[in-house]
């Protein structure tokens, strides 16, 4: 684990007011310049991703350097250029601001900017890297600034100037900011150190071996799962950062694997819990409210006398009426937002192999069980019992016995939950070597429940294959692809059956070789072809997010003077001239089969509505009472000063539609009038939380429940459309837009009338 306080801890916890020494050896200004590296000193930058980072004494815009950023034309698969330097946050504000000024010149490809991230325990809080503000071209000195809050979690910051893309980019005179004063004026803030953080024993690994589980032991550890993931989250020494609960698993774990009966077990748990400290009594643990509550933490098993002896579970339901009520350790919620964020969670990403223990692995199911259990708002919708998934998956991850088998897993075990959201982020160095790092230049997605070739990721390199749009692929390297869909439905995690689909669609051209073997059918004949692969890296996969080209414009008027507003590249500073022009159409179709490029929910909106309505509701946890998700108000989107558009209003969307894409339409349907088109949405929506399991896995989950005002789902079930369009094959081959073209005559229609 990181450990980003140390400096502070060897000042003082209580020297808050020495400002003057916050940061004192930053060199922001890269005055400084290492004679081996030519770097500012501080600073560090990769070595061979095709850039070039060097210190410039020609080039500059005040002193005697400048840092230079440069393309060298030989750019590896995902790289980018990037300089950072680290400071621990040792200091008191709630929002950082990184200013400096750029100059750019034959920026192509991507952009160039300034980069802030603030890190927590667990990894990044938040990032701002300048993406959204598109500097590239050739342009000459300009000031820049970005701004993130400072969580209370926040342990480190890096920053620096990131080029992913071609050109060259310089950065000068940087200068951080706390709350609009200068960081030397920061007050540094109290550190404490949690005893926590000082068991270390167990960083190498756990040291256990669970070949061979019986039957007995199979319960005993279903039994411990349990009792510690709710320790863990209830008791108040543990919330106060008493105890590292991964160390404290790994000691208990023998003793209870070896029980032989209830009683014996319950023995061992009992004494456990007593070690880790006495629970006062809680005067303010109450109930909350019944009508407030969304969710309900299922805590059945704590009287389940098959699990627990009576003297056990007395104790335990003792401990939760009389549960930890103040900040906690290994959970916090995020400002502003209300979802949970996971901290002070080891990744174990050290090891001296690639895979985790049995101990280790045995924690990371423990974990992410116990994270649904009580912080996932959609447990409920999981569509089985939680509690018998624990048992089931407990031999599954002891027997993960090589690395790629751990992931798959694991894989397999956030499927469970069906949440669009959560899957193993990539870059995953072992989930890549086995999915592959090469794709056919052909996108592939389901029509008519057929996997059919739809478009191109590159112009030339796509009708190269000879694949038609249209063209339906029924067999890759000699398999059916009915056979590949039902092997990878378990490990590919979605919330409904569309998304899913749409997710082994952009895996099934995928490998790790650069030819595949496909057949495809078409007019009634199957067809064979081998196609060449090329790194995902040369391939424009925007057409996999709805948005193949991010410069295009958003705003066009279409035929019979219909206007078509695209959010894939929306800008909210556009909204207004593109408003004022939408004022004179006789219709309006607000297109979200993408991902918005700006927060438009309420900037838009107002343009579309005479008076407030109602679109949305959440559930956010209650750390003080994990599992209870509570209720919030409706909220509102809001009529603005000029008059509403009065044409039609139509949305649409499909299965490409995620997350804020949802979000957004929520709000669009509450236009009076409006009709949402098109097909099921993804169903995953609410801001994510991530989460980090031994061997250095990232995921993620849906962290708060969203709503419609009458509390109506959207997880799983997605936006449903008021009038269902889907694109058929014979569309697909005539290059039609039959979702677009139907919203167009609806529209017709309606100013026909």
Known sequence: MKRYYLLSALLSATIATHAQRVGS?????????????????????????????????????????????????TKKEGGFGVASTRLPINFQGKTMTLSGFIKTENVQNGYAGLWLRVDGPQGTLQLDNMSKQNVRGTTEWQAYSITLPLHEAAESVVLGGLLPGTGTMWLDQLELTVDGKPLAQALLRPVRQYKAEQDTAFFSGSGLNLNGLSKQQTENLAVLGRVWGFVKYYHPAVA????????????????????????????????????????????????PAPDSVRLQPDLAWLTDKKQLSPDLSKQLVYL?????????????????????????????????????????????????????????PYRYA??????????????????????EQYRLTALALIARIHDTHATISEPDRILTAYKGKYRAPVQ????????????????????????????????????????????????????????????????????????????????????????????????????????????????????????????GTIKNKDLPVIMQEAQGTKGLIIDIRNYPSDFVVFALTKYLLTQPAEFARFSAPLVAYPGVFLKSNPLLVQPGESPAYTGKVVILVNELSVSNS????????????????????????????????????????????????????????????????????????????????????????????
């Not at 410039?56 to 950023?69: E, M, N, P, Q, T």
């Not at 990744?347 to 895979?355: E, I, S």
Request: hydrophobic share 35%; net charge neutral.
């Open 444 to 567: 592939v997605r389901f029509v008519e429940g057929q996997p059919v070739v739809t478009g191109y990721f590159d112009p030339q390199l796509g009708p190269a294959t000879g694949l038609q749009k249209g063209d339906i692929v029924v067999q890759i390297n000699g398999r059916k692809v009915t056979d590949l869909i039902a092997e990878r439905r378990p490990i590919t995690p979605a919330s409904n059956e569309p998304t899913q689909l749409r997710n082994i669609g952009r895996e099934l051209l995928r490998g790790s070789t650069e030819q595949v073997s496909v057949v495809v059918q078409r007019n009634g004949q199957e067809l064979p072809f081998t196609l060449n692969r090329h790194l995902i890296s040369k391939l424009n996969l925007g057409l996999e997010s709805g948005t193949p080209d991010p410069k295009a414009p958003a705003w066009r008027v279409l035929p019979g003077n219909i206007g078509h507003l695209t959010l």
């Open 382 to 403: 999981i569509g089985e019992d939680w509690q018998q998934v624990l048992p089931e998956l407990i031999p599954q991850f002891v027997a993960a016995r090589t690395p």
């Open 25 to 73: 050896n930053l060199n922001l200004d890269v005055e400084q310049v290492n004679p081996e590296t030519h770097l500012p000193v501080g600073w560090w930058a990769p070595t061979d991703n095709g850039y070039t980072v060097t210190a410039d004494s020609l080039v500059k815009h005040h002193g005697r350097y400048a840092l230079r950023i440069q393309s060298t034309g």
């Open 320 to 376: 939760r009426r009389n549960r930890n009520q103040g900040p906690h350790y290994y959970v916090g919620t995020a400002p502003g937002a209300g979802n949970p964020v996971f901290q002070h969670e080891e990744r174990y990403a050290l090891l001296k192999t690639d895979l985790p223990d049995d101990g280790l692995r045995l924690l990371a199911l423990y974990r992410y069980w116990n994270m649904i259990a009580y912080f996932f």
């Open 240 to 287: 106060a950062g008493e105890h590292n609960l991964d160390a404290a698993l790994f000691r208990v774990l023998p003793q209870v694997l070896a029980s032989s009966s209830t009683n014996a077990r319950s023995q061992v748990l009992s004494s456990w819990v007593t070690s880790l400290g006495p629970v006062p009594a809680c005067p303010t643990c109450r109930e």
């Open 662 to 753: 949802e979000y957004t339409a929520m709000a669009l349907r509450a236009i009076p009038g409006a009709m949402v088109m098109g097909s099921t949405t993804a169903g995953a929506d609410g801001n994510v939380s991530a989460i980090v399991l031994p061997g250095n896995i990232s995921t993620r989950i849906s962290g708060l429940g969203v709503y419609y005002p009458d509390g109506r789902e959207t997880q799983r079930v997605g936006i449903v459309p008021d009038v269902e369009v889907k694109p058929t094959i014979q569309g697909i081959r005539e290059g039609r837009d039959e979702v677009l073209e139907r919203a167009v005559a609806f529209i017709e229609a309606g100013a026909a009338n």
